[in-house]
């Protein structure tokens, strides 16, 4: 079974890049997607399938996944992005959808 | 667009059956996986489980053995039943349509989320 392990936190400097890394083994053979999550909000998409956007999700935000690592990354920071992300795969083994533990970005 | 908005009792008690519905508006319910997502307070997402338009349906295997889906399209509607809960079901309940281009499936819509507390 799929265990997906995120940094619990992240912090940056608004203007700088922010990067939150997805791992587990052999994750680059998987296809991941990525969510955004501000606080009392419902969980937003912002990257789908590695590396492509949704419509309406700036193109500071992008994905890369390879080898036992998968990352959002998040150019140009803003305050708008402080939230949590949380990265999902499906596990083809047992058939069911599985969900990163989350990580807080911070804009400091 | 299509919008998701999730229903039912807020509060349930222990041993019971957790029951919620998601009305689906503004789009079709064919070609499409419909899913149930929870979060307990200050906790991260746990995937429930999913349904297609067909009734096909796949579950998180640590719930498998209480959970119960159904989907209804001619009323533009999916349910959950959660059976036998304890206060770790406590928990804002998202249900969320599951799409693709290619192979995988993504939540790429979700309702914002309705607060189910189970009291003793």
């Known amino acids: 079974s799929y265990v997906l392990t995120q940094p619990p936190s992240v912090s940056v400097a608004p203007g700088q890049t922010a990067r939150i890394s997805c791992g587990e083994n052999n994750i680059g053979s998987k296809s991941v997607h990525w969510y955004q999550q501000k606080p009392g909000q419902a969980p937003v998409l912002v990257v789908y399938d590695d590396s492509d956007r949704p419509s309406g999700i700036p193109e500071r935000f992008s994905g890369s996944n390879s080898g036992n690592t998968a990352t959002l990354t998040i150019s140009r920071v803003e305050g708008g992005d402080e939230a949590d992300y949380y990265c999902q795969v499906w596990d083809s083994d047992s058939d069911h959808q599985v969900f990163g533990g989350g990580t807080k970005l911070t804009v400091l | ?120």
Not at chain 2, 37 to 51: D, N, S, V
Not at chain 2, 62 to 79: A, I, P, Y
Not at chain 2, 80 to 95: G, I, M, N, P, R
Request: charged fraction near 15%; proline fraction near 2%; hydrophobic fraction near 30%.
């Open chain 2, 1 to 120: 667009q299509v919008q998701l908005q999730e229903s039912g009792p807020g509060l349930v008690k222990a041993s019971e059956t957790l029951s919620l519905t998601c009305n689906v508006s503004g789009g079709y319910m064919i070609n499409y996986y419909w899913s149930w997502i929870r979060q307990p307070a200050g906790k991260g997402l746990q995937w429930i489980g999913r349904i297609y338009n067909s009734g096909s349906t796949n579950f998180n295997p640590s719930l498998k053995s209480r959970v119960t889906m159904s989907v209804d399209t001619s009323k533009n509607q999916f349910s959950l039943k959660l059976s036998s809960v304890t206060a770790a079901d406590t928990a804002v309940y998202y249900c969320a349509r599951e799409g693709r281009d290619y192979h995988y499936y993504y939540m790429d819509v979700w309702g914002k989320g309705t607060t189910v507390t189970v009291s003793s």
